[in-house]
C-alpha cells in the first residue's frame, strides 16, 4: 500500500480553512498514488484548541466538519484525520479521535488513551481516556493498522503523567501490536523542543525493536500561540531503519509504499542547536502574526544583542520590508549604540527611524513631585526604569498608529531575574526571545551571520560587554553574574527543577541563592509579559505555573 504523510499547519479554530488544506493534500496525495493519507493530532480543529473546546457547538461543528469532509473525499482513497468528537458519547467529556475516512463516509473511529497532563498539556480538562474494549486495529485494505494517538506512544516515559501513576493505564502500541498489527501508526501534534526530534524518534525505535512492525509516525508543523511544533515526520520499517524524513519546520507531503524493496537505511544530518533555535524562532513568529493578522511589526533597537536577535528573525519571518525599527538614544547611550543599530538596520535592509529620548526624559525632570523623585536619585532604579518606559511608549504609539505588532526582545535570563522594566521594554505584543537564554543569543546571533554568509549583526553587537544604558558606564555584569555562570544556575533551578543545594555543588553557594531569590521574587513580572515561544523543556508562560505571592526559604530545603 502506497501511504502518504502529510504534515499540515493548521490555525486553531479554523475548520473551514483547515478542511480545506486537507482537501488539498488529499487531492496531491491521490495524483501521486497514495491509496492511504495521514494527517496529525486535531488537524481539524488544530492543536492546541485549549478552551475553545468547551464553547457551545463547537464540537459539535468539528463532527459536521469531520462527516462533510468524508463526502468530498474521492472515494477510491482512504484519509486518516484527527478530530475532538462528541459523536456517541455522554455528557461534557468529549474525545481526542483520529477517524478513517472512506468512500464518502466515517468507517472507523478511534479514541486517544493517555491525555497528557504535564507541562504545557492539560488534556484531561477536556478529553476522556478511550474505553480499553476499543483499543483495536483498524482494518483497511487488507491491512491491519495499529493507529493511535500522540501521547499513545509515550506509555512509560520517565517525564510523562503515566510513569508514577497509582493505577497505571496499560500501553496501548501493546495492545495493537498483540492484536497483529501490519502496521504501528502514530498521528501527533508534538511541540518542539530542543532535540526533540531525537527523543521521538528513539522511543518509536524502541517499540520497533520490541514488536518488529513497521511504525509511521506524522507530526503537525507550524507555530500556534507559545507552541511550535516541527515536523520531522518519518517512518520506520520493521527492523528500526529510517526510511522515511520528512521536512523540519515546515509543511510536506511524502509517500512510503509498504510493498516496496527495503532500501538502505537514510542518514539524517541532525540540525545544530542554533540552527533549530533560529529555525523554531523564525516558524513561532511568523505563524503567530499571520494567524493573528498582523502584516508588520516594530521593535526599538537598542544596540545590544537582543533587539539585533529579535529583528534579525523578524526579517527573516516576514521579510524586512514588514519589519520596523526605532533607535530611542537617551543621555546614557554611547555613540557606538546608535552607529551599531544604523548598521544593524541596513545590513537587514528594514525600515528605521531615530527618535531621541532626552526631551520627554527632561519633562518629567521638570514635574512637581515626579520631578524631585527623580532628582533625589539620578539615574537610580525610578529614573532608569522612567527611560524603558519612555521607549515602550513611542513603540506602542507606531504600533497603534500603523497596525503593528510590537515586539518586546528581552530574553530568558534577563526575565528570570527581573532585569527589565514592566510597561517599559516588557511592552508588547509578542516576546520572541522569551524562552532564549543570553548564552543562546550569542550563540543564534552568530548564526545568522554564518547562515547569510556575510556580516547581518555587526561584530561590535557580538563582541561589546552587554548593557541596558540607563545609567553612566552601566553594563549588565555590574547587577548579574557573568553570563555562562548565571544561565547554568538557571537552567538547573528551571529546566531541571534543581535545588539550591544541589546546584552549589557546582557554583559557589551564595551566588546560587541570590539568583534562586531573584528568581522567585519576580514571578509577578514574568506573569505580565507578552507571550512569546517555547524552546525549551520548561519556558517561562503556560507550562510553569509557579506562585506570585509566595514565600519560600531556600536555606530550609
Known amino acids: 500500500m502506497k501511504i502518504a504523510l502529510a504534515q499540515l499547519n493548521p490555525t486553531v479554530g479554523d475548520l473551514r480553512g483547515n478542511c480545506q488544506r486537507i482537501l488539498e493534500a488529499v487531492q496531491r496525495a491521490e495524483q501521486a498514488g497514495a491509496e492511504l493519507v495521514l494527517f496529525s493530532e486535531l488537524v481539524v480543529c488544530g492543536y492546541p484548541p485549549k478552551d475553545i473546546l468547551l464553547r457551545e457547538g463547537f464540537i459539535a461543528a468539528c463532527d459536521r466538519a469531520v462527516e462533510k469532509l468524508a463526502q468530498e473525499i474521492p472515494v477510491n482513497i482512504g484519509v486518516i484525520v ?8 455522554r455528557g461534557r467529556r468529549m474525545a481526542n479521535a483520529a477517524s478513517l475516512l472512506y468512500q464518502g463516509a466515517v468507517v472507523e473511529c478511534v479514541h486517544k488513551l493517555l491525555l497528557p497532563n504535564y507541562d504545557v498539556f492539560d488534556e484531561q480538562r477536556y478529553f476522556r481516556h478511550a474505553e480499553l474494549e476499543q483499543i483495536c486495529p ?20 520517565p517525564d510523562t503523567f503515566y510513569h508514577d501513576q497509582p493505577v497505571q493505564l496499560p500501553d496501548p502500541v501493546r495492545i495493537l501490536a498483540e492484536a497483529g498489527s ?21 522511543i518509536i525505535q524502541s517499540h520497533v525493536d520490541r514488536y518488529s512492525i513497521p511504525y509511521l509516525f506524522v507530526n503537525q508543523v507550524g507555530g500556534n500561540d507559545d507552541l511550535v511544533f516541527d515536523g ?16 523540519s519546520f515546515k509543511e510536506d507531503l511524502q509517500l512510503f509504499d509498504t510493498e516496496a524493496a527495503v532500501e538502505s537505511p537514510l542518514e539524517i544530518s541532525p540540525l545544530s542547536r542554533d540552527e533549530q533555535l533560529f529555525d523554531a524562532l523564525v516558524l513561532g513568529l511568523r505563524d503567530y502574526m499571520q494567524k493573528c493578522g498582523f502584516t508588520d511589526c516594530v521593535l526599538g533597537l537598542s544596540g545590544g544583542i537582543d533587539s539585533a536577535l529579535a529583528a534579525a528573525v523578524a526579517a527573516e519571518a516576514i521579510g524586512p520590508q514588514h519589519v520596523h525599527g526605532l533607535l530611542l538614544p537617551s543621555r546614557y547611550s554611547s555613540d557606538h549604540s546608535v552607529v551599531d543599530s544604523l548598521a544593524l538596520a541596513e545590513n537587514l535592509g528594514i525600515d528605521y527611524e531615530t527618535v531621541p529620548i532626552d526631551s520627554v526624559h527632561q519633562a518629567f525632570e521638570n514635574l512637581p ?13 525610578a529614573d532608569q526604569n522612567l ?29 528570570a531575574m527581573g532585569y527589565c522594566t514592566l510597561y517599559g521594554d516588557m511592552a508588547g505584543g509578542f516576546a520572541v526571545l522569551c524562552d532564549v537564554l543570553k548564552c543562546d543569543v550569542y550563540l543564534v546571533s552568530r548564526y545568522v551571520n554564518q547562515r547569510a554568509g556575510r556580516i547581518v549583526i555587526p561584530e561590535n553587537i557580538l563582541d561589546k560587554a552587554p548593557s541596558a544604558e540607563l545609567a553612566p558606564n552601566q553594563v549588565d555584569q555590574d547587577s548579574l553574574p557573568p553570563y555562562d555562570v548565571l544561565d547554568g544556575i538557571l537552567k538547573g533551578l528551571i529546566e531541571d527543577e534543581r535545588s539550591v543545594r544541589s546546584m552549589s555543588e557546582q557554583y559557589p553557594r551564595e551566588t546560587v541563592q541570590w539568583v534562586a531569590n531573584r528568581l522567585d521574587r519576580n514571578e509577578f513580572k514574568r506573569r505580565q509579559m507578552p507571550p512569546g515561544i517555547k524552546l525549551s523543556a520548561r519556558a517561562f508562560g503556560s507550562g510553569r505555573r509557579m506562585p506570585m505571592a509566595a514565600r519560600f526559604h531556600w536555606d530550609e530545603e
Do not use: Y
Not at 182 to 202: G, H, M, T, V, Y
Not at 369 to 380: M, N, Q, S, Y
Open 182 to 202: 501490519d502496521l504501528l501508526i502514530n498521528i501527533s501534534a508534538s511541540p518542539f523542543e530542543i532535540d526533540k526530534r531525537k527523543r521521538r524518534q528513539q
Open 82 to 89: 484527527g478530530h475532538p468528537t462528541g459523536r456517541g458519547l
Open 232 to 247: 520531522h515526520s518519518f517512518v520506520l520499517d520493521q527492523n528500526s531503519q529510517l526510511q522515511l524524513q520528512m521536512a
Open 138 to 157: 483498524v482494518t483497511f485494505r487488507g491491512l491491519k493498522l495499529g493507529l493511535h494517538i500522540c501521547e499513545d506512544a509515550w506509555w512509560g516515559q
Open 387 to 415: 527611560q524603558a518606559r519612555i521607549r515602550g511608549a513611542n513603540v506602542m504609539v507606531r504600533s497603534n498608529q500603523h497596525g503593528w505588532m510590537a515586539l518586546a526582545t528581552g530574553n530568558k535570563s534577563e526575565l
Open 369 to 381: 513631585v515626579i520631578g524631585d523623585d527623580l532628582r533625589e536619585a539620578p539615574a537610580g532604579l
